[in-house]
């Protein structure tokens, strides 16, 4: 909303309270203290105009220039330890572009960074890689897990075909693991380790990355042999000069995006507890939706490598990840046939929550009694998670059982039943409760769920 709108909507509001109100206190008083009355409501109003220019100046605030010329010199050229971080031009007008004026999708990739990095890092510390390439899915995709450009890259890395098959990734019509995140990751790494051992240098790797190795090593040629990115910038295709800066861009939004107060996108809390199964029958996403209660939009995002939304039946078995709980559901469903327990994706979602939201937003989105490790600092910085070399504590939260409502009649309990939650989940939060009770006073048959939303009786003799 503008200035000049806001400013006649409050003054419509004035106005009407002014008609309402004013005027008929004004009748009851005495005629030499009219004058002074309505200047005092005048100074009240002016007042508040002059609150809401305030209020305004601060919601801009965050447009301004929170570090000088040489503090943000300094903070970029100390983001990271392997990869040679440097403060252009290029990377301040990037800088510029994340934190001001791209402010809207700086704060989407912020609310996403707790979903993929555990796993990207998780896979890097394997492979003994720097913790800093993670950036390197932002820039590709801004971690939009579907993202497909004009030149037909695909998914989080941004893989075309010719190099996802190099790298053992299936491109197929119906399913296409570079949409895949622990695949795509597994492969992309790779191949910035193989750039890496190339050029011996991790900006060089990162802009092979982008424009090809053939095009960097033509830009040495052109150099004199020098293997340096900042160096041979000048002979690297234009979108690949502007590539590092980006990576280094977005790594310093996400050390400092509490400075120019940009607020991440809360993620679905279904993300932050997942297990894998691997399924040998046919199965649309339809039907998993249905068994489970997880919305078909959740099942399409955590499952992206089937791109015509069902999996194929096979001797070998496919993947599939859903929230824990959920494929829980699904495997006592199917009485563990054609469906086969894999793993629980134990990734240290809680370390970045921590270091994203408050506590008590943390505690709220994992939805449970957690313990987690955090770094002694305040606030705490993105570059604490990636070094993680400071002191440690452990700091409980205790989140309250649901809320539940009594009848009148019988003095019952009912359970509203979440996305994901089990039978046996809604049990644990009571006492001397157990899932074939709730099936018996629910009259719920195993092959028939509930779903989402269900009010499920639960009998206050037993509780």
């Given at each position: 909303m503008k200035i000049s709108d806001s400013f006649a909507v409050y003054l419509k509001k004035f106005k009407f309270c002014q008609e309402n109100i004013l005027i008929t206190d004004l009748k009851n008083i005495n005629p030499m203290n009219k004058k002074s009355a309505i200047n005092s409501s005048i100074l009240m109003l002016l007042l508040y105009i002059l609150s809401l220019g305030s209020l305004r100046a601060n919601s801009t605030d965050n447009t301004k220039s929170v570090f000088s010329e040489d503090e943000l010199k300094w903070k970029v050229?100390?983001?990271?330890?392997?990869?040679?971080?440097?403060y252009t031009p290029e990377v301040k007008k990037y800088i510029k572009t994340y934190t001001k004026n791209g402010r809207t999708s700086s704060e989407l990739i912020l609310g996403k960074v707790p979903v993929y990095f555990p796993q990207f890092e998780k896979l890097i510390e394997q492979k003994n890689l720097p913790k800093e390439l993670s950036v390197l899915a932002i820039v590709e995709s801004h971690l939009n897990v579907n993202a497909y450009s004009k030149a037909g890259a695909a998914g989080l890395w941004q893989f075309i075909k010719g190099t996802a098959k190099?790298?053992?990734?299936?491109?197929?019509?119906?399913?296409?693991?570079?949409?895949?995140?622990?695949?795509?990751?597994?492969?992309?790494?790779?191949?910035?380790?193989?750039?890496?051992t190339?050029?011996?240098?991790?900006?060089?790797?990162?802009?092979?990355?982008n424009c090809g190795a053939g095009n960097v090593r033509k830009a040495i040629r052109r150099s004199g042999g020098v293997k340096n990115f900042w160096t041979i910038k000048r002979y690297l295709p234009r979108e690949t000069r502007n590539y590092v800066p980006k990576f280094i861009a977005i790594s310093f939004m996400l050390e400092h995006y509490r400075e120019y107060n940009l607020l991440p996108q809360v993620p679905d809390k279904s993300f932050f507890s997942t297990a894998e199964a691997r399924i040998y029958k046919h199965m649309n996403f339809r039907q998993i939706s249905d068994i489970t209660g997880v919305s078909l939009s959740i099942i399409k995002k955590m499952n992206s490598a089937y791109r015509r939304n069902y999996i194929p039946l096979s001797s070998h078995g496919y993947k599939l990840v859903l929230p824990k709980n959920a494929l829980f559901t699904l495997l006592e469903f199917e009485g563990y046939k054609k469906v086969e327990f894999v793993k629980e994706n134990n990734f240290d979602y809680s370390k970045y929550m921590i270091g994203k939201f408050s506590r008590e937003t943390t505690a709220y989105l994992l939805g449970k009694e957690y313990?987690?490790?955090?770094?002694?600092?305040?606030?705490?910085?993105?570059?604490?998670?990636?070094?993680?070399?400071?002191?440690?504590?452990?700091?409980?939260?205790n989140i309250p059982k649901p809320v539940v409502a009594k009848t009148e009649s019988n003095n019952s309990l009912f359970h509203k039943l979440k996305a994901g939650e089990t039978l046996d989940d809604v049990a644990m939060n009571y006492d001397n409760v157990t899932a074939i009770?709730?099936?018996?006073?629910?009259?719920?048959?195993?092959?028939?769920?509930?779903?989402?939303g269900t009010q499920l009786i639960i009998k206050s003799g037993k509780d």
């Amino acid at each position: 909303m503008k200035i000049s709108d806001s400013f006649a909507v409050y003054l419509k509001k004035f106005k009407f309270c002014q008609e309402n109100i004013l005027i008929t206190d004004l009748k009851n008083i005495n005629p030499m203290n009219k004058k002074s009355a309505i200047n005092s409501s005048i100074l009240m109003l002016l007042l508040y105009i002059l609150s809401l220019g305030s209020l305004r100046a601060n919601s801009t605030d965050n447009t301004k220039s929170v570090f000088s010329e040489d503090e943000l010199k300094w903070k970029v050229m100390n983001l990271g330890r392997d990869i040679d971080f440097k403060y252009t031009p290029e990377v301040k007008k990037y800088i510029k572009t994340y934190t001001k004026n791209g402010r809207t999708s700086s704060e989407l990739i912020l609310g996403k960074v707790p979903v993929y990095f555990p796993q990207f890092e998780k896979l890097i510390e394997q492979k003994n890689l720097p913790k800093e390439l993670s950036v390197l899915a932002i820039v590709e995709s801004h971690l939009n897990v579907n993202a497909y450009s004009k030149a037909g890259a695909a998914g989080l890395w941004q893989f075309i075909k010719g190099t996802a098959k190099k790298y053992n990734l299936a491109v197929r019509s119906n399913f296409d693991e570079r949409y895949d995140v622990e695949r795509s990751t597994i492969a992309a790494l790779d191949y910035l380790n193989d750039l890496h051992t190339e050029f011996g240098d991790w900006t060089l790797a990162l802009a092979a990355y982008n424009c090809g190795a053939g095009n960097v090593r033509k830009a040495i040629r052109r150099s004199g042999g020098v293997k340096n990115f900042w160096t041979i910038k000048r002979y690297l295709p234009r979108e690949t000069r502007n590539y590092v800066p980006k990576f280094i861009a977005i790594s310093f939004m996400l050390e400092h995006y509490r400075e120019y107060n940009l607020l991440p996108q809360v993620p679905d809390k279904s993300f932050f507890s997942t297990a894998e199964a691997r399924i040998y029958k046919h199965m649309n996403f339809r039907q998993i939706s249905d068994i489970t209660g997880v919305s078909l939009s959740i099942i399409k995002k955590m499952n992206s490598a089937y791109r015509r939304n069902y999996i194929p039946l096979s001797s070998h078995g496919y993947k599939l990840v859903l929230p824990k709980n959920a494929l829980f559901t699904l495997l006592e469903f199917e009485g563990y046939k054609k469906v086969e327990f894999v793993k629980e994706n134990n990734f240290d979602y809680s370390k970045y929550m921590i270091g994203k939201f408050s506590r008590e937003t943390t505690a709220y989105l994992l939805g449970k009694e957690y313990r987690i490790e955090i770094n002694i600092m305040s606030p705490l910085r993105m570059q604490d998670v990636f070094h993680n070399s400071m002191e440690r504590r452990t700091i409980e939260f205790n989140i309250p059982k649901p809320v539940v409502a009594k009848t009148e009649s019988n003095n019952s309990l009912f359970h509203k039943l979440k996305a994901g939650e089990t039978l046996d989940d809604v049990a644990m939060n009571y006492d001397n409760v157990t899932a074939i009770d709730i099936m018996q006073w629910n009259s719920i048959n195993i092959k028939h769920p509930p779903r989402i939303g269900t009010q499920l009786i639960i009998k206050s003799g037993k509780d």
